[in-house]
Nanobody, 119 residues
Framework: EVTLVESGGGLVQPGGSLRLSCAASGFTFASYPMTWVRQAPGKGLEWVSS????????VYAGSVKGRFTVSRDNAKNTLYLQMNSLKSEDTAVYYC????????????RGQGTQVTVSS
C-alpha cells in the first residue's frame, strides 16, 4: 500500500523560504517518478513539480519555476520541495503523489502539509 506523509509546512512571510518533505513507504520509491501538487482554498489540485525516478529530470509549473526546487533521496525514500521567494499566492495545502506531471495519481496523496504565506 502506497503511503505518503508530507511535512514541513507552516506560516512564513512573503519572500521567505520553506522546505517540504514527503516520506514514502509501501512501494519501491526509487522506481517511481514523483510529483508535488497543491490545493489553494476553494480550488482544485494544481500541479507544481515533478522529478524522474533517478533524479535526473525535474520540471516545474511556470508559476514556481526559478523559485522552487524538487529533489529526492532514494536511499531515504524521501521527496523534497525547497521553496524560496514565497508569495501569498503560494498559500495552499501541498501534497506529494506518485506519477509524472499531468499523469500523477491523485489518490496516492497523504494528508498534506499547509503552507501559509502572509505578513
Amino acid at each position: 500500500e502506497v503511503t505518503l506523509v508530507e511535512s514541513g509546512g507552516g506560516l512564513v512571510q512573503p519572500g521567505g523560504s520553506l522546505r517540504l518533505s514527503c516520506a514514502a513507504s509501501g512501494f519501491t520509491f526509487a522506481s517511481y517518478p514523483m510529483t508535488w501538487v497543491r490545493q489553494a482554498p476553494g480550488k482544485g489540485l494544481e500541479w507544481v513539480s515533478s522529478i524522474g525516478s533517478g533524479s535526473g529530470t525535474a520540471v516545474y509549473a511556470g508559476s514556481v519555476k526559478g523559485r522552487f526546487t524538487v529533489s529526492r533521496d532514494n536511499a531515504k525514500n524521501t521527496l523534497y520541495l525547497q521553496m524560496n521567494s514565497l508569495k501569498s499566492e503560494d498559500t495552499a495545502v501541498y501534497y506529494c503523489v506518485t506519477g509524472w506531471t499531468s499523469t500523477y495519481d491523485a489518490s496516492s496523496r497523504g494528508q498534506g502539509t499547509q503552507v501559509t504565506v502572509s505578513s
